[in-house]
């Protein structure tokens, strides 16, 4: 998508009232979806794509061998028939006659330099989950709709999507076979685009085993959505097929970010800034802001992770500041650097300041409000060393794509400081423990109670980095083979700690109220 003035103003207006009679996802998202602005923008986007697929269309009728034969005077009689066809479309311009054709579509969209038209089955999986009414046509409304919920969508609605795309049939089953061919598929995909990075075959060895485990328990070799829902949490490297969309629709984000000059670094949601980034999908950090992946990056690439006192000690406000600004306007980190002038160490604490930053401005927590509220039960709970760690993998696999990636990647990273920090016994060592106390209060915590694991949360965030190695992004999850009953146990001792702390809070408020 891009800008685009086939659409006038009062077109937009006329398009978008009709949107939200049809409903759409509109009324649905009145509260954190869609603005006006952001549909005006996507509206104008989906209509320059149609136009440019149909002009495309158009040319190449024009110029068959049937077309070339025509004489100067039909050619031009041709052309002012068109013209007065397109003028009349405009005029009577409305969401039921601006839709993307199937065949069409396929043929022409082209993602990551990638063309649907040379995956014909996996085209249709894809075309199957935007064309809500087998008409072989996708609308505005619908087009939104799938993308709202890959995009910001609830944990629920993006398992109902992965559903979705391993039922290519739409019988309301899935099958071992369905899922294995779309594995495959998307495989060959993903690694077409990431030249380099993944093989097909790892990325089969990945996904492949998964599979049959899903099906492992089945009795006639087919799962329900109900069932498919209830032990998905359970088998989530198998959304790594589903992540191709995150990256497709993610790029249209990104795009309408920069196009209505948004602050596009700090201060959004993870997702807004972490999806669609092509430069880091094939690269070694997947689903990474690009800020925090090339600070990391000059991090190590300068040994600078044994830096006295590195994310202890901050920039002035006033440098960070400049910095935020710069980075909000568009320019990369990495561009930054080049241009920024200063020794080493200055750029060692800027870019630990700006990872902070980062961090902290985030409009929601990196771990979710949800699971960091999880987390901390657990982490003030009774539960042995052990249990605490295997709940912590099984809640770690249900985050959202980007904050797993995000966070599976700042792990390993924080590992590396704190060992850096004790092989040299600096002054002011950054241990795992201190980090734990640096980086919790940003990424583990909840916004609506600021009180809640304030000393709990740094122990649990020292346990994600000490055990890196256990939350990776799209690592089958741990409690897989888990017994049920190891698993029950592990459920009602976090239903204890819960209904303890809410009895604790209502008691505290009770005292305060008198």
Not at 93 to 115: C, D, E, R, T
Not at 134 to 150: D, Q, R
Not at 286 to 315: K, M
Not at 487 to 502: C, G, H, M, N
Request: net charge neutral; with cysteine; aromatic share 8%.
């Amino acid at each position: 998508g891009g800008a685009s003035k086939s659409l006038t103003p009062q077109t937009v207006e006329k398009l978008l009232a009709e949107y939200h009679l049809l409903g759409g996802v509109s009324e649905r998202n009145r509260v954190a979806g869609w603005t006006d602005e952001e549909l005006s923008w996507l509206l104008v986007a989906f209509s320059s794509r149609c136009t440019q697929i149909q002009e495309i269309v158009q040319l190449e009728v024009q110029e068959s061998p049937r077309d070339t034969e025509m004489s100067p005077r039909k050619l031009n009689s041709s052309k002012k028939d068109k013209h007065k066809h397109k003028k009349s479309t405009g005029n009577a311009m409305s969401l039921h006659n601006l839709a993307l054709q199937k065949q069409s579509a396929i043929k022409y969209i082209v993602v990551f330099n990638q063309s649907f038209v040379n995956y014909p089955s996996l085209s249709d999986r894809f075309w199957n989950l935007l064309d809500c009414t087998g008409l072989s046509h996708c609308t505005f409304p619908e087009y939104t709709s799938l993308m709202y919920k890959i995009v910001r969508g609830s944990w629920e609605e993006r398992v109902k999507v992965a559903f979705d795309l391993f039922d290519t049939d739409k019988d309301g089953y899935i099958t071992l076979e369905e899922v294995i061919h779309t594995v495959t598929e998307i495989s060959e995909f993903i690694c077409n685009v990431a030249r380099g990075v993944l093989t097909m075959n790892e990325f089969n060895r990945l996904k492949l085993s998964e599979v049959h485990r899903l099906f492992a328990g089945t009795k006639d070799g087919r799962l329900l959505f109900k069932e498919f829902a209830k032990v998905a949490e359970f088998h989530q490297s198998l959304f790594g097929c589903s992540e191709i969309l995150d990256m497709v629709f993610g790029r249209v984000i990104r795009k309408m970010e920069m196009d209505m000059k948004r602050d596009h670094v700090f201060g959004r949601h993870l997702h807004e800034t972490a999806l669609g980034n092509v430069k880091d999908i094939t690269g070694d950090m997947p689903f990474v802001p690009e800020v925090i992946a090339s600070a990391i990056h000059y991090l190590r690439e300068h040994n600078a992770l044994g830096t006295p006192e590195i994310f202890r000690i901050s920039v002035a406000r006033s440098l960070l500041d400049s910095v935020k600004e710069e980075l909000n306007k568009g320019i990369t980190l990495r561009a930054y650097l080049r241009t920024r002038q200063g020794d080493k160490e200055d750029k060692v604490m800027l870019l630990a300041s700006i990872i902070k930053t980062y961090c902290l401005e985030l409009k929601e927590p990196a771990f979710t409000e949800d699971i960091s509220r999880k987390i901390i039960a657990v982490e003030e709970s009774g539960c042995e060393e052990k249990q605490k760690l295997e709940y912590f993998k099984k809640v770690f696999a249900t985050l959202p794509t980007p904050n797993r990636y995000f966070l599976g990647t700042l792990f390993p990273f924080l590992k590396e400081v704190a060992e850096a920090q004790e092989a040299r016994k600096a002054t002011g060592c950054m241990n795992s423990s201190n980090l734990g106390v640096v980086f919790a209060p940003c990424t583990l915590y909840s916004p609506s109670d600021p009180t809640c694991g304030a000393t709990s949360a740094p122990h649990a965030f020292k346990r994600f980095i000490d055990n890196c190695e256990c939350f990776k992004p799209a690592q089958e999850n741990p409690l897989i083979n888990c017994g049920d009953t190891e698993v029950e146990s592990l459920r009602k001792q976090l239903q204890a700690v819960q209904l303890e702390r809410d009895t604790l809070r209502k008691e505290v408020l009770s005292l305060n109220l008198k």
